[in-house]
T-cell receptor
Framework: DTGVSQNPRHKITKRGQNVTFRCDPI?????LYWYRQTLGQGPEFLTY????????KSRLLSDRFSAERPKGSFSTLEIQRTEQGDSAMYLC????????????FGEGSRLTVL | AQSVTQPDIHITVSEGASLELRCNYS??????LFWYVQSPGQGLQLLLK??????LVQGIKGFEAEFKRSQSSFNLRKPSVHWSDAAEYFC???????????FGAGTRLTVKP
């Protein structure tokens, strides 16, 4: 069990640029989640996958946000045309289907938009 | 809609003292309740969870929490705090299929020597 891995750990970008974050979940976990955490707040649910299927995406913050999990393993979260308000920590978590609530989180990817 | 309130933004306790972190939830039915801890530079880690049954649940690192339906609360406790417990603590609520876990804003715990 190598844990959930996220890359990059920190990304600094200029407003208007696109950014992509990658998440490698624990290998035997078929569920993968993306959350956003801003300063002084708890994680905010964005989207989740069961295997390669994206089962919930209505909570993505805008159409500039998209996520994929093409082969049911790693996932990417892309933010297009970044805005300063996108600056936050983006967290990935994984779990086994049927094990409610026991999410294993990565250390997060911090985005700074200048 | 489900929501979680953690009334205390920051709590300071002395090492060896007891600890209670408050959590109140709003949900249409009995939810699944959780406490997570986030240490600096580390991912969130599950401390304990409540689904049903005994309303006092034990977790890792000596923590426990009590579910009180009448008060819509799920407070976290520890009888004797250690310096390594300094961290951010999050209460969370989720429906059965956990795809929409809602977190509180967190309580930052500082431990004085």
């Amino acid at each position: 069990d190598t844990g959930v891995s996220q890359n990059p750990r920190h990304k600094i970008t200029k407003r208007g640029q696109n950014v992509t974050f990658r998440c490698d979940p624990i290998s035997e976990h078929n569920r993968l989640y993306w959350y956003r955490q801003t300063l002084g707040q708890g994680p905010e649910f964005l989207t989740y996958f069961q295997n390669e299927a994206q089962l919930e995406k209505s909570r993505l913050l805008s159409d500039r946000f998209s996520a994929e999990r093409p082969k049911g393993s790693f996932s990417t979260l892309e933010i297009q045309r970044t805005e300063q308000g996108d600056s936050a920590m983006y967290l990935c978590a994984s779990s086994r289907q049927g094990v409610t609530g026991e999410l294993f989180f990565g250390e997060g990817s911090r985005l700074t938009v200048l | 809609a489900q929501s979680v309130t953690q009334p205390d933004i920051h709590i300071t306790v002395s090492e060896g003292a007891s600890l209670e972190l408050r959590c109140n939830y709003s949900y249409g039915a009995t939810p699944y309740l959780f406490w997570y801890v986030q240490s600096p530079g580390q991912g969130l880690q599950l401390l304990l969870k409540y689904f049903s049954g005994d309303t006092l649940v034990q977790g890792i690192k000596g923590f426990e929490a009590e579910f009180k339906r009448s008060q819509s609360s799920f407070n976290l406790r520890k009888p004797s705090v250690h310096w390594s417990d300094a961290a951010e603590y999050f209460c969370a609520v989720a429906p059965y299929n956990n795809n929409d876990m809602r977190f509180g804003a967190g309580t930052r715990l500082t431990v004085k020597p």
